[in-house]
């Protein structure tokens, strides 16, 4: 049986000003505060991305690329203190709700190999879920036993902690109303889909049937990609528009609203 657990993951999208460095999304950071509040969710863990924290210096000093020079050490101890910075500012939303959150950091207990979660140390975490604390989690730069270091995204981790921790559901607030045929941004005939299964997800990558009638690309890709394990495990997904006001509440509350549900099918 599934737990009632929820994986909430709130994109860099929603919480910062993606184009302008190190801008924080104040407004929307403390309304979704207010919200997840509001729902009286119990268990529940938080995932959010790092937007114009953490991917402009990732970028600059090529982090994702792995240690390759000694030039690079530095960027990543600045992509990982800019992740805690956007961090502290997230859990001091939560805590003016009365929000018991706990912020853990990846890069702390968390190993990959060639950019996978490989060592993955759940024992905070669980003993925090048992008192009733919301861990706070992000995409950080972690260590890497091949690239001896690399980017962990929100996304891979919110998969990883769905299926380690049994979760009913997962939902994902993003900057647009949910997956579309195509980026609903670049593409205006892109169509919302309501509903997909896993063979449909499968499909969008290009896996089973290779189907091209739907366009992910960029960030919604990766999601997609994220989304099959825990799918497959019987999570139920919800992709919604985190920055309409309201949604991150209605889904947390499992109420309807606009959005992509993903189910096993
Ligand atoms: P976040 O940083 O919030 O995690 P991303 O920017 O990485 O989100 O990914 C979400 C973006 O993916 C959307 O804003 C949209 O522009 C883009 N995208 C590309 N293809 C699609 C699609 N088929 N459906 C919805 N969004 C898509």
């Known amino acids: 049986m599934k737990s009632k657990l929820i994986i909430l993951k709130l994109g860099g999208s929603v919480i910062t000003i993606k184009d302008k460095p190190l801008t924080p999304n104040v407004p929307a950071i403390k309304r979704l505060a207010k919200e997840i509040a509001d729902s009286r969710i119990s268990q529940l863990i938080l995932v959010h991305g790092g937007g114009s924290y953490g991917h402009p210096i990732a970028a600059e000093y090529k ?4 240690f390759r020079e000694k030039g690079q050490i530095i960027g990543f101890s600045k992509t990982h203190n800019a992740m805690v910075s956007l961090n502290m500012l997230i859990i001091e939303a939560l805590l003016d709700e009365g929000l018991p959150s706990i912020s853990m950091a990846p890069s702390s207990f968390i190993v990959t190999r060639h950019g ?12 925090a879920l048992k008192l009733g604390f919301i861990p706070v989690l992000y995409g950080d730069a972690v260590f890497d036993y091949e690239m001896g270091f690399a980017i962990l995204s929100g996304d891979q981790l919110v998969s990883r902690l769905a299926v380690e921790f049994n979760a009913g559901r997962i939902i994902i607030g993003v900057d647009v109303n949910g997956l579309y045929t195509a980026d609903p941004k ?3 005939n892109a169509k919302l889909i309501p509903c997909a299964t896993l063979s449909d997800l499968k499909s969008f ?3 089973v049937s290779g189907s091209k009638s739907i366009d992910v690309t960029g960030g919604m890709m990766g999601k997609i990609f994220e989304l099959i394990l825990p799918v497959m495990n019987g999570v ?6 985190a920055l309409k006001p309201g949604n991150i509440y209605k889904a947390l509350k499992g109420e309807e609203t606009v959005g992509t549900r993903i189910i096993k099918g």
């Open 63 to 66: 982090i994702a690329e792995g």
């Open 116 to 127: 996978r979660i490989r060592d993955f140390h759940r024992d905070p975490i669980e003993q």
């Open 236 to 241: 139920e997904v919800f992709i919604v528009n």
């Open 186 to 188: 670049t593409d205006e």
């Open 205 to 207: 990558m290009g896996g």
